[in-house]
């Protein structure tokens, strides 16, 4: 079945970075999109961005452009995401998903905190 695993979370100072990883199972993960939301404490699941199958193109949410960039190892079967210059409104549990034939399926998430 599929799964997805997140890790990479932590605590970190303002300004600071942290990749995210997820790693994927259960599926042909090379042949479909990835995506990274976040939900912070008291507000929706948003999202933050999203990475073709190959690869080649992603998009991302306003607020997260020129910080963050999502990446991905088909090899691997991980999409990352890396966030750099973090600031405390960035405090989530962030999440990958996978949308296949209309289904989505999430991980379980992992905490980011940012905080001096």
């Known amino acids: 079945q599929v799964q997805l695993v997140e890790s990479g979370g932590g605590l970190v100072q303002p300004g600071g970075s942290l990749r995210l990883s997820c790693a994927a199972s259960?599926?042909?993960?090379?042949?479909?999109?990835m995506s990274w939301y976040r939900q912070a404490p008291g507000k929706e699941r948003e999202l933050v961005a999203v990475i073709t199958s190959a690869g080649s193109s992603a998009n991302y949410a306003d607020s997260m452009k020129g910080r963050f960039t999502i990446s991905r190892d088909n090899a691997k079967n991980t999409v990352y995401l890396q966030m750099n210059s973090l600031k405390p409104e960035d405090t989530a549990v962030y999440y990958c998903?996978?949308?296949?034939?209309?289904?989505?399926?999430w991980g379980k998430g992992t905490l980011v905190t940012v905080s001096s």
């Open positions: 998903k996978v949308n296949r034939y209309g289904v989505n399926y």
């Open positions: 259960g599926f042909t993960f090379s042949s479909y999109a």
